[in-house]
């Protein structure tokens, strides 16, 4: 990884080799960087306050080597993202003013991406997790996780018929509760449609009737017009001497049909004329029969009106115009056999209902089962790496159990609570010597337990859902002497199957890696590329020596120093 501006960390590489890998320093040097430089990178939150004082933004840019195929890859190649060589390079950008930007492949995508892809790459464990393991969500989540498939399938099951409960539920309750409402919106609706119905609207009908209405309203102008056009074409019986288009147009025909043979143009012209003459003819029948045929009854008119204002009633109230109208007539009734099978639809949603409950209760058993037994599996897998982390005596164990709920679903013989994620409340519960109860580890583990507990169950989740890369930041809190020891030794057996990093200030701890970082501030208070070097010969000496005693130069921290080395080799 590469990190700029990012706290105390002015620009600075850090490589992350395979196996074990152990990041010290002093208090405050930055070393907690590496782990939220990697959380960005993961789709982290992306918080302003990170970005160096003076520094317009943060970044970090790593190289994540990937192999072909795997889920991760194949998301990103969806994404659009390429791979460099067998790596997937990522980039994240926090700007001073809090705008966050990512980069997958040498494409932008969004942060949540970065986020998809995490579970897949990096496991990360800090403080924070130990804390969200005192969760009883996080403590069945961790349980569902080992169980696999023999909880994931139950599981799907349950969330299938629970959401469909849920919802048939839901539309019951708001059937129920708006009868009245609900009852209201009936009538009103029934109301309008009978409105309509005596009616009787015809689609486009209101655009007919208004085309009606005008010509019957001008029906005196309209025949005097049309007849003074047709005695202009075809002449007027009453004044036999009079001169009208169709005999002009007769005459010029006429003149021209004499010579026309002499001339194709002017036999041309004599043609249109002719059609000419066709033409006024069929006009002035056709004005002649409009006269005849143009209704100017009054009556007929008033009917008209009548009826445009009993259509204007129903396009005040329903529609624009009668189209809108007769469309909210279809959807009202529609809705109004809706309503009206209220009582039909409560009773077919009740059977629906008590049929989702006992197949949720059935559902809700069989996942019930699933967990007791993956439990008792992951709950002896852990104990089992407590005897390796110098907790030989601890037990642990997991308190399954449910809570009455009088509105819940039926398990053996009793009604208890359920939720999306079943019926079960699952608790971890740890006994730390013989004799001692088992208590919740909220309340029975001290800090370095709980550290070792945590250390613990990830190992186990490692042999069963296994990511690439292990971060753990201040994993060894709370914890010294032997434990200590123990926590390395099972961190490097770890780093055998994966790759761990480990932000440590326990040189018990440092010793195990197989590669040693030491951050370290310059004068100035800042981490540059030269503040972040490898270890190696002396130079680890002196930081083991620094870290056992707090001086490099201590002759007895020197040889303690090289006594955890030459055991950490021993074991290796």
């Known amino acids: 990884m590469r990190i700029r501006s990012l706290g105390v960390i002015d620009d600075a590489v850090v490589e992350l080799s395979p196996g074990f890998t152990a990041v010290t320093g002093e208090t ?39 192999p072909e195929g795997t889920a991760a890859v194949v998301r990103a190649q969806e994404a659009g993202a390429e791979l460099d060589e067998g790596a997937l390079l990522i980039s994240r950008t926090v700007s001073a003013e809090g705008r966050s930007r990512a980069h997958l492949g040498g494409r932008s995508v969004p942060v949540g991406m970065l986020t998809e892809l995490a579970d897949d790459l990096v496991a990360v464990h800090g403080q924070t997790d130990q804390q969200g393991l005192l969760k009883l969500s996080r403590q069945r989540g961790a349980l569902d996780r080992y169980a696999g498939d023999a909880v994931a399938g139950p599981l799907a099951k349950y969330q299938g018929a629970y959401r469909r409960l849920r919802a048939v539920s839901t539309e019951l309750d708001t059937i129920v509760t708006r009868a009245r409402e609900r009852a209201q919106e009936a009538d009103l609706l029934r109301f309008g449609l009978d409105e309509i119905a005596a009616v009787e609207p015809r689609a486009g009908e209101d655009v007919e009737l208004a085309s009606e209405a005008e010509r019957l309203g001008h029906a005196e102008a309209l025949a005097s017009a049309a007849s003074a056009a047709h005695a202009a074409l075809a002449g007027n019986p009453e004044d036999p001497e009079g001169v009208d288009a169709t005999t002009l147009v007769g005459g010029a025909n006429r003149a021209l049909d004499a010579v026309r043979s002499h001339d194709p143009a002017l036999s041309a012209l004599a043609d249109r004329i002719g059609e000419i003459g066709i033409l006024l003819s069929d006009v002035a029948g056709e004005l002649a029969g409009y006269a005849d045929d143009l209704d100017a009854d009054p009556l007929r008119l008033a009917a008209v009106e009548e009826r445009r204002a009993a259509l204007t009633q129903l396009t005040r109230k329903y529609g624009a115009d ?7 007539a279809e959807q009202g009734s529609a809705r109004l056999l809706e309503l009206d099978g209220d009582d039909e639809r409560i009773g077919e949603l009740t059977a629906e209902r008590d049929g989702l409950r006992v197949e949720l209760s059935a559902l809700a058993q069989a996942l019930t ?24 005596h601890a037990r642990v164990s997991f308190d399954i159990r449910h809570t009455d709920d009088p509105d819940g679903v039926e398990i053996d013989g ?59 930041d201040e994993v060894d809190a709370g914890v010294g002497g032997k434990a200590a020891v123990e926590i390395g030794r099972r961190l490097a057996k770890l780093a055998k199957s994966a790759q761990v990093v480990v932000v440590t200030h326990l040189p018990q701890v440092a010793a195990f890696a197989d590669r040693q970082l030491l951050v370290e501030k310059t004068n100035d208070g800042t981490v540059t590329r030269s503040g972040v070097t490898v270890l190696e010969g002396e130079d680890r000496i002196r930081e083991l020596s620094r870290m056992l005693a707090g001086q490099e130069d201590s002759e007895t921290a020197r040889a303690h120093a090289e006594e955890l080395l030459a055991t950490a080799r021993a074991d290796a």
């Open 28 to 66: 405050g040097a930055g070393k907690t960087m590496v782990v939220t430089s990697l959380g960005l990178l993961l789709g982290g939150r992306a918080d302003p306050a990170l970005v160096r004082i003076g520094a317009k933004a943060a970044v970090v840019e790593g190289r994540i080597t990937v």
């Open 322 to 328: 009668i189209d809108e109208v007769l469309a909210w």
């Open 369 to 392: 089962d699933a967990r007791v037994e993956a439990a008792s599996r992951f709950a002896q897998a852990v104990t089992q790496e407590l005897a390796s982390l110098a907790m030989p």
């Open 414 to 472: 009793r009604t208890v609570a359920y939720g999306p994620s079943g019926v079960d409340e699952v608790e971890l519960l740890l006994a730390p010597h013989p004799g001692a109860p088992p208590r919740p580890i909220a309340k029975g583990a001290s800090g370095g337990e709980l550290s070792r507990v945590m250390l613990a169950v990830e190992v186990v989740f490692a042999g069963t859902d296994p990511v690439p890369t292990y971060l753990f």
